[in-house]
């Protein structure tokens, strides 16, 4: 059974600080993918990684992944206030080919203090 | 613009009733849609697979004949709670996979659902 977990579950950091948001997955899988859910609402797409060593960008966010090592990471830099919301990541159930079903991680509560 | 769309995205019903949450692709065919719930504070779980002109896929632990899912058209599937209990209060979203357009996968709105 595929299972996502994500850490930390909560994340307050300050205005103009790093930090990293790790996903690990417990089986093989090429398609990550990182969300953005703000309170009440939907999903908001970030970032699809479909290959080892993917590296994507946009603003202050950076993904990677690493299929060997079943592990994904989501780089804020310089965090700003307007990035404080939920972020899942999450693993399509199969390897080689997409099925377009996603288990999602725990969700990353991040708040960013001015 | 959405290119998912869910309707509606608020409903409020009485324990006991049944109500029906839709999700359209739009301006694409969808073979498949997905139906996920959310709890408050939670992550999103898998419900089912929604499949054009056969019966939906349900993952384990939901119950089939309580959250019926029909999928009549190649851009419309929905779903329905019956005999809905305030635990059934949930965010209901849906989300299909444009394949025509490098398989990018988008989500609906989302429908909250509010037992009563």
């Known amino acids: 059974e595929l299972k996502v977990e994500q850490n930390p579950l909560f994340l307050s950091m300050q205005e103009g600080k790093n930090y990293t948001i790790y996903c690990n997955y417990s089986t093989t899988s090429d398609r990550l993918y990182w969300y953005r859910q703000d309170p009440g609402k939907s999903l908001e797409s970030l970032f699809v990684l479909l290959s080892n060593g993917a590296v994507k960008q946009e603003g202050r966010l950076m993904a990677s992944l690493d299929t060997k090592a079943r592990l994904s990471t989501l780089h804020i830099t310089a965090a700003v206030h307007d990035l404080s919301a939920t972020y899942f990541c999450?693993?399509?159930?199969?390897?080689?080919?997409?099925?377009?079903?996603?288990?999602f991680g725990t969700g990353t509560l991040l708040a960013v203090q001015p | 613009g959405a290119v998912v769309s869910q309707h509606p995205s608020r409903v409020i019903c009485k324990s006991g009733t049944s109500v029906k949450i839709e999700c359209r692709s739009l301006d694409f065919q969808a073979t498949t849609m997905f139906w996920y719930r959310q709890f408050p504070k939670q992550s999103l779980m898998l419900m089912a697979t929604?499949?054009?002109?056969?019966?939906?896929?349900?993952e384990q632990g939901v119950e089939k004949d309580k959250f019926l899912i029909n999928h009549a058209s190649l851009t419309l599937s929905t779903l329905t709670v019956t005999s809905a209990h305030p635990e059934d209060s949930s965010f209901y979203i849906c989300?299909?996979?444009?394949?025509?357009?490098?398989?990018?996968?988008?989500f609906g709105e989302g429908s909250w659902l509010t037992v009563v």
């Open positions: 999450a693993v399509d159930m199969r390897y080689g080919g997409a099925t377009n079903k996603l288990i």
């Open positions: 929604s499949n054009e002109g056969s019966k939906a896929t349900y």
């Open positions: 989300s299909a996979a444009h394949t025509g357009f490098g398989n990018t996968i988008y």
